[in-house]
């Protein structure tokens, strides 16, 4: 079996490191779904993979606390203003989610089933469905981990590792298997 932690920093990750997922935290899902009622991203109401259409915090939480591994992935990069570069940010992003993809394409290979959580609401389609249609391709949706009620800081604060210094930019993704 492929040792995972080696293999995501193959496919360009910063870090990664291993979690139970029985034992996340969801003391923050109010805050953070407060964040996403704030809609600064645009897609609360309007997307599968956010609230409201992810489900309630509860709903997702017993989701996330069905799988018995977890592993986190880190992705550093140099220091990216969103507001300025908006184009670099999502140059970026999609390499992010490429790298997490392929990452997450061998745990599902090697393992039958995971569950992929990413930064931002899904992007697979150009046009969500929500809320006419169901989802066109559930199998492919990232949903966001902080939709989820997961403060992804916390998870990563208790890896050992450290996060992004002001110079640089952090982006993280989980995978439940």
Same mark, same amino acid.
């Given at each position: 079996?492929?040792?995972?932690? #080696? /293999?995501?920093?193959?496919?360009?990750?910063?870090?990664?490191?291993?979690?139970?997922?029985?034992?996340?935290?969801?003391?923050?899902?109010?805050?953070?779904?407060?964040?996403?009622?704030?809609?600064?991203?645009?897609? /609360?109401?309007?997307?599968?993979?956010?609230?409201?259409?992810? @489900?309630?915090?509860?709903?997702?939480?017993?989701?996330?606390?069905?799988?018995?591994?977890?592993?986190?992935?880190?992705?550093?990069?140099?220091?990216?203003?969103?507001?300025?570069?908006?184009?670099?940010?999502?140059?970026?992003?999609?390499?992010?989610?490429?790298?997490? +993809?392929?990452?997450?394409?061998? #745990?599902?290979?090697?393992?039958?089933?995971?569950?992929?959580?990413?930064? @931002?609401?899904?992007?697979?389609?150009?046009?969500?469905? /929500?809320?006419?249609?169901?989802?066109?391709?559930?199998?492919?949706?990232?949903?966001?981990?902080?939709?989820?009620?997961?403060?992804?800081?916390?998870?990563?604060?208790?890896?050992?590792?450290? +996060?992004?210094?002001?110079?640089?930019?952090?982006?993280?993704?989980?995978?439940? /298997?």
């Amino acid at each position: 079996m492929t040792d995972y932690l #080696v /293999y995501a920093k193959q496919c360009g990750l910063t870090e990664a490191a291993f979690f139970d997922p029985r034992t996340l935290s969801f003391e923050d899902a109010a805050i953070l779904r407060q964040g996403c009622e704030a809609n600064s991203c645009g897609k /609360y109401g309007k997307n599968w993979s956010c609230p409201p259409g992810i @489900g309630a915090v509860e709903e997702v939480a017993a989701k996330v606390k069905q799988w018995h591994h977890g592993m986190v992935m880190q992705f550093l990069t140099d220091a990216i203003d969103t507001t300025l570069q908006p184009e670099v940010f999502k140059e970026v992003t999609a390499a992010f989610h490429l790298m997490i +993809r392929k990452v997450y394409n061998k #745990v599902l290979a090697e393992q039958g089933d995971a569950y992929l959580l990413g930064r @931002g609401a899904c992007a697979v389609c150009k046009d969500c469905t /929500y809320p006419e249609h169901p989802c066109r391709y559930p199998e492919k949706m990232v949903p966001c981990i902080s939709s989820h009620g997961i403060n992804v800081y916390r998870l990563w604060d208790g890896t050992g590792y450290s +996060r992004s210094t002001p110079s640089e930019t952090d982006l993280y993704a989980m995978i439940l /298997y």
